[in-house]
């Protein structure tokens, strides 16, 4: 209900929300500061200078973390001219670089590489080291803020395909589709029995959706490569 009253909104609304929802919930970096009292260089060294991680395989596996950036394509008939869209698209993207490589090394230097590839739930272990005076579980209360960021990513994942859907087929009611698009969703997932067979299907759709991502802007340009430029036609 919630995505769906979500999407039901503007674009606009859409972002503004979006935006409140991060700075309500970009505190919680803070929590970071807490492991470092246990944090040990040492621990980091094994993966960096006795592991093969510079692969192809693990980019794939890293880089659908960064997807959605393709999204932006449908958001430009709403921005303004002086509007810097490419820009904030870059500055975003660095600043969800920077969260994943602190959270990455923190965890690293708090666990030890060795023993953080056992760990199923890395993040939430070490946000639940985090002892607050007055929370007695913290976790509880800094992943409930990532409640409203699991609604914005899926809602402008729905909306994107709401906005694709009704240019092809024109409905008279276009909130129905986003309600079709979740049950349409959520059956299949619900047909899933463990969190092992949910991790292997997320790879897939994941690398479908970066093929995706990248190759329909190739398609595009190869397209417009072979298209010869057409004449203007002068009035008069």
Do not use: C
Request: charged letters at 15%; zero cysteines; proline letters at 5%.
């Amino acid at each position: 209900m919630l995505v769906v009253l979500y999407v039901h909104t503007k674009a606009y609304s859409m972002v503004k929300a979006a935006s409140m929802l991060f700075f309500l919930s970009i505190w919680t970096l803070v929590v970071l500061a807490f492991p470092m009292q246990e944090f040990d260089w040492g621990r980091t060294e094994p993966l960096f200078f006795h592991s093969n991680i510079a692969n192809v395989e693990g980019v794939l596996e890293v880089y659908p973390a960064f997807l959605g950036f393709e999204l932006i394509l449908l958001l430009f008939p709403l921005m303004y001219k002086k509007f810097r869209l490419f820009q904030a698209l870059v500055l975003g993207n660095l600043f969800s670089l920077f969260v994943y490589m602190a959270t990455t090394i923190v965890s690293l230097g708090f666990f030890g590489s060795q023993y953080i590839g056992e760990i199923m739930f890395p993040v939430l272990d070490l946000i639940g080291y985090v002892r607050l005076p007055f929370v007695e579980r913290a976790e509880a209360l800094i992943f409930s803020f990532f409640i409203g960021k699991v609604v914005v990513t899926v809602g402008f994942y729905y909306w994107a395909a709401k906005e694709a859907l009704e240019r092809i087929y024109k409905p008279r009611r276009p909130t129905w589709l986003v309600v079709f698009l979740i049950i349409g969703t959520y059956i299949p997932v619900r047909m899933l029995d463990t969190f092992h067979q949910i991790q292997e299907h997320l790879a897939l759709v994941a690398m479908h959706a970066t093929v995706i991502s990248f190759g329909l802007p190739i398609l595009l340009l190869v397209i417009l490569s072979f298209k010869k430029p057409g004449r203007s036609v002068q009035k008069g």
